[in-house]
């Protein structure tokens, strides 16, 4: 599989927003239009106030499609379920920093590594950037989310694009390598002020499953 780099433009298309009834078409359908990764939100009714999917329906895409999947933990108590969705596929795993997540935060991204998969932390609008400075290298993405998270078609937040500007300076001052995510609201607008700030990897839902050109929307993304 490719590897990316910081460096990378990544267009990582949101399962959430695709048609459930079709999920391997859809899923065929934004590959075919040039997603890089797909993104997979997985919530629990617990720790967001929604309910998605589960390890299902990770190995469901992982068996109808060969390419990159971004799994994001919105559940209390990850650590829990972190094997069922390394065994369902998942390339990469996001779990979050909130103390409402219940977990022991640098023992899940260390298992998750140690496992052969790609750690990713995200943290929420309200959440300050100081929450995750203590497990910035250990990961190998940030996921800076830019709506609350919970449901999809939200109004993008660019009141958190000086977390993301902070976090490219962290990573240089470091000299670390992470992807720095971004994941709500995103299209081609608002994906030009997030790489402004120096975001590389962009969530898109609505603006791609559900654009009249799926093409033409992931390349308005990467190129914005």
Not at 46 to 58: H, L, R
Not at 70 to 77: K, P
Not at 96 to 105: G, L, T
Not at 203 to 208: D, P, Q
Request: aromatic fraction near 6%; charged fraction near 20%.
């Amino acid at each position: 599989m490719k590897s990316w780099t910081p460096s990378d433009r990544i267009v990582a298309p949101s399962v959430l927003a695709a048609d459930f009834s079709r999920i391997g078409e859809e899923c065929s359908r934004a590959i075919a239009a040039g997603a890089d990764w797909l993104h997979l939100d997985v919530m629990d009714g617990q720790f967001v106030d929604n309910i998605s999917f589960g390890p299902a329906m990770v190995g469901a895409v992982h068996a109808t499609n060969d390419i990159f999947l971004d799994v994001h933990l919105m559940i209390a108590r990850p650590d829990h379920y972190l094997p069922r969705f390394l065994e369902a596929g998942a390339d990469l795993i996001s779990v979050h920093v909130e103390p409402e997540a219940d977990h022991d935060v640098a023992g899940s991204l260390a298992a998750i590594r140690t496992a052969g998969c790609r750690a990713g932390l995200a943290f929420n609008p309200a959440t300050p950037l100081e929450e995750v400075l203590p497990y910035l290298d250990q990961i190998d993405l940030l996921l800076v989310m830019t709506v609350v998270p919970g449901f999809g078609g939200q109004a993008f937040m660019a009141e958190v694009m000086p977390k993301v500007e902070e976090a490219v300076r962290l990573r240089e001052e470091r000299g670390l390598a992470f992807h720095i995510e971004v994941d709500g609201g995103v299209d081609p607008q608002t994906a030009r002020i997030a790489a402004g700030a120096g975001a590389n990897v962009f969530v898109a839902g609505s603006s791609t499953f559900k654009a009249p050109d799926i093409r033409a929307a992931i390349s308005a993304i990467r190129e914005a």
